[in-house]
C-alpha cells in the first residue's frame, strides 16, 4: 500500500546540539498528535545516531543523507551502509541533485548504493529530476526517465517496492522557485505510468514518489492534494520545528 511520507533533509546545517535540539522539539511538537504521513529526519551523519536516541519512541524515522558505493575496506571518509545500519537509522537518501552535481554520482553509482542499502535492511530514498536548462528544452521528461530506468530499473519488483522516490525539479532547489502543483502532479503521474509499464499497475499504484523542490508550509497543502504526490522531501523549511509541523499537518 502507497504511504504519504513527510522526510526532512536537514543538508550540511546544525552543530551536532543544535541538531539533537531541533530532534527533541519535533518529538515534543509531535506527542499526541495525528499524524497521516511517516515523518522522516536526515541529520547530518555526525548527528545520526544522538537523533536515532533523541526521537525513541515517536513516531520519527531518521535517514542518512548519503552512503559510500563500497561495502567496506580501505576508503577514508567514507561511511557504509551497514554502518548506517549499525546506528538505528531506516532511510538512506541517495542520488541527490546535490550529489550528482557536486560530487559527479552516475546512475551507476546510485544504482551499487541503494543494492548496499537495501542488503543491508534500510529504506533508500531515491532522488531524480532535471535542471533548468533541460526543462527549458523541454527534455525533462527524457531525464527523469533516463535517471529512474538507469538507477531502479536493475532490481526485481519486490526490491524495487522497498524504494522511496523523490522527484527533484533541480531549478526549484534554495531557489524560491517552486514547480507549480500541476508540474509536480504531471511529472509524478509520468513517474507512476513508467513504473507501471516496468513492473505493473500494483507496483506503481504502491509506489511513494515524494515531490522536492522548495516545499513549504504555504504550498504543501496544494502539492500533496495532487494524486500522485505522496508527500515531500524538504529541504530548508526541515530546519525549523514549527515549520516542518506545518508540513506534517498538511495532509
Request: aromatic share 8%; hydrophobic share 45%.
Amino acid at each position: 500500500m502507497r504511504k504519504n511520507v513527510v522526510a526532512g533533509n536537514w543538508k550540511m546545517n546544525k552543530t551536532l546540539q543544535e541538531g539533537v535540539a531541533l530532534a527533541t522539539e519535533l518529538k515534543e511538537a509531535l506527542a499526541g498528535v495525528e499524524v497521516k504521513c511517516g515523518v522522516v529526519v536526515a541529520p547530518p551523519l555526525t548527528h545520526v545516531a544522538s537523533v536515532v536516541e533523541a526521537v525513541k519512541g515517536s513516531v520519527i524515522g531518521v535517514s542518512a543523507q548519503n552512503c559510500a558505493e563500497k561495502e567496506k575496506g580501505a576508503y577514508t571518509g567514507e561511511v557504509s551502509a551497514e554502518m548506517i545500519q549499525s546506528t538505528g537509522a531506516g532511510f538512506v537518501i541517495l542520488g541527490h541533485s546535490e550529489r550528482r552535481e557536486y560530487y559527479g554520482e552516475t546512475s551507476e553509482i546510485i544504482k551499487n548504493k541503494i543494492q548496499l542499502v537495501l542488503a543491508n535492511g534500510l529504506t533508500p530514498i531515491v532522488c531524480f529530476g532535471e535542471v533548468l536548462a533541460q526543462r527549458e528544452a523541454e527534455k525533462h521528461f527524457d531525464v527523469v526517465k533516463s535517471q529512474v530506468q538507469e538507477a531502479m530499473f536493475d532490481f526485481s519488483a519486490a526490491d524495487f517496492g522497498k524504494m522511496i522516490l523523490a522527484y527533484e525539479p533541480v531549478w526549484a532547489i534554495g531557489t524560491g522557485k517552486t514547480a507549480s502543483a500541476d508540474q509536480a502532479q504531471e511529472i509524478h503521474a509520468f513517474v507512476r505510468g513508467i513504473v507501471a509499464e516496468k513492473y505493473g499497475k500494483q507496483v506503481a499504484d504502491d509506489c511513494t514518489i515524494l515531490y522536492g523542490g522548495s516545499c513549504n508550509p504555504a504550498n504543501a497543502k496544494e502539492l500533496f492534494s495532487n494524486p500522485d504526490v505522496d508527500g515531500g522531501l524538504i529541504g530548508g523549511a526541515s530546519l525549523k520545528a514549527a515549520d516542518f509541523m506545518a508540513i506534517i499537518q498538511a495532509f
